[in-house]
C-alpha cells in the first residue's frame, strides 16, 4: 500500500512551458486535492474532485487544470508556467466525510 | 476566505524542552487536525480533533480542541532533535462535513527548531 505518490519529485521549466504533475493513490478515497505551498503561507487549494469525472476549483486555480478519469489519478496541468507557480505542489486525498487528508510527498517546481 | 492564524511563525529550542503552539480563527471550525512536514517531505497526521473541548494525545504530543471552537493548542513534551520540522494546524468549518467535500484551511505553519 503505497499511500499517495507524486512524479515527478523535481522539476525546471522554462517560462511558457507546460508540464503534467501526476498524482496516484491507492486507498481507493473518491476525493483528491491538489495543493501548493510557498514559504511562510501554507497550504493553498487549486483543485478538487469528488469522484471520477468531477472536478472543481478550490483557491488558487488560475493558470491550472486537472481532470479525473479513474478514482485512483488526479494530474495537475500548467499550461503556460510563469514564474509565479513556481511552489511545491502537493496531492491529497481522503474519503468522503473524513476530514483526515493523506499527502504526497510532493513535487517541486522552478519556472525560469 | 477563512484564515487560520498559526503562533508561533518559530521556534528555537533546546532538546529537552516543552513546546507549545496554538491556532486561532474568527469563525467556528468543527474539526481541527495537526500536521507536521519533515523537511523535503508532505504533511503527516499528528492528531485530528472533533468535538470542543476534547484533549487528545499522541506518545509526548497533545492537542486540544477549544471550548469556543475556534481555536486549537498543541504540545510538545521533552522535545527531541527528530521533532524538527513544520507544524501545520487545520480545521474543517462548521457546517461542512459532505457540503465542503472535505476542503480544510491551513494555517501558516509553525517552524521547530531543536538544538541538541
Known amino acids: 500500500n503505497a499511500g499517495v505518490t507524486q512524479t515527478p519529485k523535481f522539476r525546471i521549466l522554462k517560462i511558457g512551458q507546460s508540464m503534467t504533475l501526476q498524482c496516484t493513490q491507492d486507498?481507493?478515497?473518491?476525493?483528491m486535492y491538489w495543493y501548493r505551498q510557498d514559504p511562510g503561507m501554507g497550504l493553498k487549494l487549486i483543485y478538487y474532485?469528488?469522484?471520477?469525472?468531477?472536478?472543481d476549483k478550490g483557491e488558487v486555480p488560475n493558470g491550472y487544470n486537472v481532470s479525473r478519469s479513474t478514482t485512483e489519478d488526479f494530474p495537475l496541468r500548467l499550461e503556460l508556467a510563469a514564474p509565479s507557480q513556481t511552489s511545491v505542489y502537493f496531492c491529497?486525498?481522503?474519503?468522503?466525510?473524513?476530514?483526515?487528508?493523506?499527502f504526497g510527498p510532493g513535487t517541486r517546481l522552478l519556472v525560469l | 476566505g477563512q484564515q487560520l492564524n498559526q503562533s508561533p511563525q518559530s521556534m528555537f529550542i533546546q532538546e529537552g524542552e516543552d513546546v507549545s503552539m496554538n491556532c486561532t480563527s474568527s469563525?467556528?471550525?468543527?474539526?481541527w487536525l495537526w500536521y507536521k512536514q519533515d523537511p523535503g517531505e508532505g504533511p503527516v497526521l499528528l492528531i485530528a480533533?472533533?468535538?470542543?473541548?476534547e484533549l487528545t494525545s499522541n506518545g509526548r504530543l497533545t492537542a486540544q480542541f477549544g471550548i469556543t471552537r475556534k481555536d486549537s493548542f498543541l504540545n510538545i513534551s521533552a522535545s527531541i532533535p527528530s521533532d524538527v520540522g513544520i507544524y501545520f494546524c487545520?480545521?474543517?468549518?462548521?457546517?461542512?462535513?459532505?457540503?465542503?467535500?472535505?476542503?480544510?484551511?491551513f494555517g501558516q505553519g509553525t517552524i521547530l527548531t531543536v538544538h541538541p
Open positions: 486507498m481507493n478515497h473518491n476525493y
Open positions: 474532485s469528488v469522484g471520477a469525472g468531477i472536478t
Open positions: 480533533l472533533y468535538k470542543a473541548g
Open positions: 491529497a486525498s481522503t474519503l468522503e466525510g473524513r476530514p483526515t487528508q493523506y
Open positions: 487545520a480545521g474543517q468549518p462548521r457546517g461542512s462535513g459532505g457540503t465542503s467535500y472535505g476542503k480544510l484551511t
Open positions: 469563525s467556528i471550525f468543527n474539526t
